[in-house]
């Protein structure tokens, strides 16, 4: 077998490994060997698919795993399967993954769960490389639950603080209801196709073309998961409260790699979503919805992270717009250039809450663009790359997807542009509050923070400012721009001066639960519990109480029993006699 050949094994298990090591060698390796050990594998991994991608051009390479399941009327196999989009994702995955192992080594230097936190890392790793790179849905169910896991363990990586493990609960119980949708798909493609590979799949709806409904159907509970896993609306929530895990897990699971799954699953399957066009509107509906809620929620939030994270939601509804409309290749490029501003945006934000002691209330810091410049320039590029600046990469990713909204409904288009101005408003209120102003934090000194922090930021700013190069759309006229460039204007600084007009109120109110979370506390959560204390309280112990008594009644019984059988003759003949009375008796009386 040739190296090329290899390779997609090397991809894939050389993160496993690195997991393996790390585990096995938890209570022995330092962290600098342990930090070492895991970026390694995640570097070698980029560097292997970068070397796929070199070979492969436009075609396709396959790799088997296993045999799974073998009956005589049919099989289950699993393998992996490399074409431009699994390339595409898995370079995205490799090579952010590795930036944010290499942040995390300065991170989390001084945590005592070092170890384990790499392996968790390398793990996630190796499930979403299985995700992207399987030949059939089952493989890629496999690794959709493998992140879902790991998601869970990162979240709730601090687990003595119980407000972690809440919303890594959380997370995992709302991923959980997507899954359910992503099982019934599978179920129903298996029925239909008598197989779960893509090619297969694919190449049968040439000739096998399933009812419209059944389509509808098929599309529709592939759309739950993607809601699920891409923080799509009803089951967004999770993903706010999932910036409890360290702020690079923020980078890697839920800015850029665990979100796209979503978008990775619509576009594999993109066959089927094209003979369905019901399945479309109600994905432009979704990620419509999606991407208001998460840009209105924005604007009135002061914690940092939860910022970037509702604008992360927002983001994922201007991939699944597109998807809805499409235009996969633009919600794929949107996807790739948001990972580079949002991981950049999201380790900025970790070098900030590191140089305040972890303090993430942005009505806490102030003018920390005089301790930061370098952090404070990195994340000014990434929020007018968010903002759609032109020539920035977000300007030519969010183009294309407005301009395909463009083309189909104005309305959709109109509400895409609002979303736009939004974004805007809310990322310049962060701006200020965080870099301008007056300072309002405790920390005597703040301070930029070491090499390894750094080098990452300075390579996704890299990346965010050249990557509009690789974009497959040119722009549509001087209109857009002048649009784009007026709404950033107006906006922008609307969105400065609502900030300093807020940060001189010193208010230290903060809004209690509200939208979907509340009407799930109440309406779901509240009925969940108390239909269970009642069970607990009236079915539960009651049948507890008849089992007890059953089984005393049992025990009774014996202990009668074993009485008569004392060995007593004297007892005997008493009840032989009292037998033969009772006969007679009997007798007389019949």
């Not at 952010?96 to 936190?117: A, E, K, P, T």
């Not at 996969?328 to 949002?342: E, G, N, P, Q, S």
């Not at 309305?411 to 200020?432: D, N, Q």
């Not at 006699?577 to 009772?582: F, R």
């Amino acid at each position: 077998m040739t190296l090329f050949k290899c390779m997609p094994y090397v991809i894939l298990f050389l993160p496993l490994i690195g997991f393996l090591v790390l585990f096995i060698g938890r209570s022995f390796l330092s962290k600098r060997l342990a930090g070492i050990l895991a970026s390694s594998t995640i570097l070698g991994a980029f560097f292997g698919t970068g070397l796929m991608a070199a070979r492969l051009h436009d075609g396709m390479v396959s790799a088997p795993l296993f045999q799974w399941i073998q009956l005589s009327h049919f099989s289950i196999s699993l393998g992996l399967f490399l074409d431009p989009l699994a390339i595409l994702m898995a370079l995205m995955i490799t090579g952010v993954g590795f930036l944010v192992h290499l942040y995390s080594i300065g991170y989390m230097s001084n945590d005592d769960g070092f170890v384990r936190y790499f392996g968790y890392l390398n793990l996630f790793i190796f499930f979403m490389l299985l995700l992207v790179m399987s030949d059939t849905y089952l493989g890629t169910f496999l690794g959709w639950e493998g992140v879902g896991l790991c998601s869970y363990l990162l979240i709730g990586f601090w687990y003595k603080n119980h407000q972690y493990v809440y919303a890594a609960t959380k997370a995992f119980i709302m991923n959980r209801v997507g899954d359910v949708g992503f099982i019934l798909a599978m179920g129903l493609l298996f029925i239909t196709f008598g197989t779960l590979k893509y090619t297969e799949i694919f190449s049968s709806l040439s000739f096998l073309q399933p009812s419209p409904l059944l389509l509808f159907v098929m599309c529709s509970f592939l759309i739950l998961a993607v809601a699920g896993k891409s923080a799509q609306f009803p089951l967004y929530t999770w993903l706010p409260d999932a910036m409890a895990g360290p702020t690079p897990v923020s980078a890697l699971i839920h800015a850029a790699t665990m979100v796209t799954a979503g978008v990775y699953l619509v576009s594999r399957s993109s066959m089927l979503f094209s003979l369905s066009p019901e399945a479309g509107d109600v994905l432009v509906v979704i990620g419509v919805v999606t991407a208001i809620i998460g840009a209105v929620t924005a604007t009135y939030q002061y914690d940092l992270k939860k910022i970037l994270a509702y604008s992360t939601v927002s983001q994922l509804g201007f991939m699944v717009v597109a998807l809805g409309l499409g235009s996969y290749t633009a919600a794929l490029f949107h996807m790739l250039m948001h990972a580079f501003f949002k991981a950049l945006l999201f380790l900025g934000a970790g070098n900030v809450i590191h140089s305040v002691d972890g303090e993430q209330d942005i009505r806490k810091m102030g003018a920390l663009r005089k301790y930061l410049p370098v952090t404070s320039t990195y994340m000014m590029i990434g929020s007018l790359a968010i903002m759609g600046l032109p020539p920035l990469s977000g300007f030519f990713s969010k183009e294309g997807i407005v301009e395909a909204a463009m083309i189909h409904s104005k309305p959709i288009f109109g509400l895409l542009l609002f979303v736009s101005a939004l974004t805007t408003f809310y990322m310049s209120r962060m701006i200020y509050f965080v870099f301008f102003g007056q300072p309002r934090y405790l920390t005597r000194h703040p301070h930029e923070a070491g090499i390894t922090m750094q080098i990452p930021l300075a390579i996704l700013a890299i990346l965010t400012i050249v990557g509009g190069m690789l974009s497959p759309n040119h722009p549509s006229g001087i209109g857009l721009i002048a649009t784009t460039l007026g709404i950033i204007v107006v906006f922008g600084a609307i969105g400065l001066a609502w900030a300093r007009s807020e940060s001189q109120h010193h208010s230290e109110s903060t809004r209690v639960v509200s939208g979907l979370d509340a009407a799930y506390s109440r309406w779901v959560i509240a009925p969940y519990l108390f239909l269970s204390r009642v069970v607990f309280s009236k079915v539960d112990r009651q049948l507890n109480r008849s089992v007890v008594g059953a089984a005393r009644l049992g025990e009774w019984m014996g202990s009668s029993v074993t009485r008569v059988q004392s060995g007593s003759m004297g007892l005997y003949l008493l009840l032989m006699l009292a037998a033969i009375v009772m006969v007679m008796i009997k007798i007389v009386v019949l």
